[in-house]
């Protein structure tokens, strides 16, 4: 069944924008006419395959000044997993450091065994360190990660983990007291390197 892309927008129920943004990320099964018209592939056994596919979506940020970022994240999740055909079991948005290996949100998702994909925007927004663990996980429970764009690295979410090791680290060797003065004092040092390298 082919189909026009306005019209694959309007079934799907997402804009005509996203429809075209995931077309041109190879995320659809079309091609353009001459005229400048999409048409889209629909394959019956591709979309009842995903029919079955039930996404848990899982947004973060590292922290409340962020929030507004972490709506617009979970609201571009929710649309990539609708056209995709996914139905949406629940959405989950979190603040809290990708370091962090102790976040309750994550911990729930990862023991709820309601949906059959996890979704997110990032690798870094699920962790930092040991993604490939949690896709060993959710194999063996017969769920799987999908990660929406495969690399990128956001420099203020980057910082904002390496001030929580670095006050970590902090903490330990001064006491709670000093931990809050010294990772300042280290973070404005490695801020003005920073912009020397840039200029």
């Not at 082919?2 to 129920?13: D, F, H, N, Q, R």
């Not at 190879?26 to 056994?45: C, K, M, N, S």
């Not at 690399?151 to 007291?177: E, P, Q």
Request: with cysteine.
């Amino acid at each position: 069944m082919v189909m026009k892309l306005s019209e694959y927008a309007k079934k799907l129920g997402v804009s005509y924008h996203t429809a075209w943004r995931l077309w041109k990320q190879g995320l659809l099964d079309a091609y353009q006419l001459p005229t400048g018209t999409v048409i889209v592939r629909e394959q019956e056994r591709h979309a009842e395959k995903n029919q079955e596919e039930v996404a848990c979506i899982y947004a973060r940020v590292s922290s409340s000044e962020n929030k507004d970022n972490l709506h617009r994240q979970s609201e571009r999740l929710v649309n990539y997993a609708t056209a995709r055909g996914y139905k949406i079991y629940k959405v989950v948005e979190e603040i809290g450091s990708g370091l962090n290996d102790n976040r309750k949100k994550l911990t729930a998702v990862l023991t709820d065994k309601n949906f059959t994909v996890l979704v997110v925007e990032h690798k870094d927004r699920l962790t930092r360190f040991g993604a490939n663990y949690i896709q060993v996980l959710l194999s063996q429970t017969g769920r799987r990660l999908e990660v929406v764009n495969a690399a990128k690295n956001d420099r203020d979410d980057l910082m904002a983990d390496f001030a929580s090791v670095i006050t970590s680290f902090c903490s330990r060797l001064y006491g709670l007291r000093r931990a809050k003065r010294k990772t300042e004092k280290i973070m404005q040092q490695l801020q003005s390197e920073g912009e020397d390298e840039c200029s």
